[in-house]
């Protein structure tokens, strides 16, 4: 077997691992799971690290499963939370289960007929019939209180200033650890994978498997960093909140973009982390980029390396016709010739206030419209100088302090472009009837 520790090794995919666990990958063939909370009906790019994992590891000839939390996110996963969350019903449940697979299944043949052919499966089909008591006798004997304790995710909450931990919540860790036995037991799975966060319920499940799985019975861990940025803010996050992994949350022109916009020493880090590119391929982009940085070669890679994963080679080429054409010096007219589509596809996660169509019937002065009516500043007297510095364009035209806002602005029938600054800032005015 090719050495996978070694390759998550030198991607920056690798955190810790119990001992035994990279030869076990590098003696036979071996099944491993990840899982995955239903906690939305889509995926983010939080949990990309995840999914590039599962892919390596069939890559490198093992055998994935991809575990969908059907039972565990009834209760919620209490690793990094101040607060419980809302428990979810199961409607809604079921629609994110749903959700969450359908994604999975675009990276993982679930349908394969390969000897490592990936795995699917679904906590609550072996969790809904577990009466409380058969659990208690069953599971709860197996782990000791003092040892629940123990794990950071219980002592962060217990020491905190918030509420505490429910006994929901305490039980996560034991239906997680189950998870691990049952797969133990059922699909001969002997490594479960996660992010650093995950240890300790992991490990849990580790120990499950030791004491109910009987004599010579062995279980591993692997665990991968938790993705941050060179600046400490939160990875994945924009102006428009979670970065999704499906186009109707996320239009493939924003998740372009979104990797387009990555720093230099982001975009060296992730581009290992996020592509499939080899060592030899990945170290010539790097001495290229700082051969001339602002072309941002090792940016443009990036973006389009993991737009075709995630959403396909024509996406990618729509993606890179609408950066081409926002980043073109566009009139509103043309812009309008793309189409209504075409234009809420790349300026929707810009702020969006909203005017009546009454406030405009007569003309309304443009101080006062950005200001009062829209909140794109904060005060009539910063409305004010931005117009007067020549800062404001409406609709790609540059207006002053004296101009009036009217229906005439309006295109589409429900929409005036507002930019400001060097930077291109856009707000989209949403013009509503009364």
């Not at 123990?150 to 929901?168: H, Q």
Request: net charge negative; aromatic share 10%; with cysteine.
């Amino acid at each position: 077997m090719k050495n996978l520790v070694e390759e998550l090794k030198w991607r920056g995919l690798y955190h810790d691992s119990m001992p035994g666990t990279e030869e076990q990958l590098l003696k036979e063939v071996t099944t491993a799971y990840i899982g995955f909370d239903p906690t939305a009906d889509s995926l983010h790019i939080g949990s990309m690290v995840q999914i590039i994992l599962l892919v390596h590891l069939k890559n490198f000839g093992h055998q994935p499963i991809a575990l969908v939390g059907g039972a565990t996110g009834m209760i919620g996963d209490p690793s990094g939370k101040s607060d419980e969350r809302n428990l979810l019903n199961e409607e809604t449940l079921a629609k994110n289960v749903a959700g969450i697979k359908s994604v999975l299944s675009r990276f993982l043949d679930f349908n394969s007929n390969e000897a490592n052919a990936p795995i699917m499966v679904n906590n609550y089909d072996w969790m809904k019939e577990f009466s409380f008591i058969d659990f208690a006798r069953e599971v709860g004997k197996r782990i000791t209180v003092n040892y629940m304790m123990a794990k950071d995710s219980v002592k962060k909450r217990l020491s905190g200033e918030g509420e505490g931990m429910s006994f929901t919540e305490f039980t996560y860790q034991l239906i997680q650890g189950y998870d691990f036995y049952h797969l133990y037991k059922n699909n001969n799975c002997i490594l479960q994978m996660g992010g650093s966060d995950q240890w300790g319920n992991i490990t849990t499940g580790t120990e499950l498997v030791r004491r109910m799985g009987g004599e010579g019975s062995k279980a591993f861990a692997l665990t991968t960093p938790l993705i941050t940025k060179a600046d400490g803010s939160k990875f994945g996050k924009t102006e428009g909140g979670n970065v999704w992994l499906d186009a109707d949350k996320t239009s493939t022109y924003n998740f372009y973009q979104f990797w387009l916009r990555t720093t230099d020493v982001d975009a060296e880090k992730y581009i290992k982390i996020f592509t499939f590119l080899d060592k030899e391929t990945i170290e010539a982009l790097i001495e290229e980029h700082k051969a001339a940085p602002h072309l941002r070669v090792l940016q443009k890679k990036l973006a389009e390396e993991i737009t075709v994963f995630v959403h396909g080679k024509e996406a990618l080429e729509d993606a890179i016709k609408k950066s081409e054409f926002v980043f073109s010096n566009f009139s509103i007219d043309s812009l309008v010739e793309q189409g209504e589509d075409f234009f809420i596809d790349i300026f929707s996660e810009f702020d969006q206030p909203v005017v009546k169509k009454s406030d405009l019937m007569n003309g309304v002065d443009a101080v006062l419209a950005l200001s009062d009516l829209t909140q794109i500043f904060t005060s009539r007297g910063e409305a004010r100088k931005a117009l007067a510095s020549n800062a404001v364009s409406v609709n790609k035209e540059k207006i002053q302090v004296e101009t009036l806002l009217t229906l005439k602005d309006i295109f589409f029938e429900k929409y005036i472009l507002v930019q400001f600054g060097k930077k291109k800032k856009y707000f989209i005015i949403n013009v509503e009837n009364d």
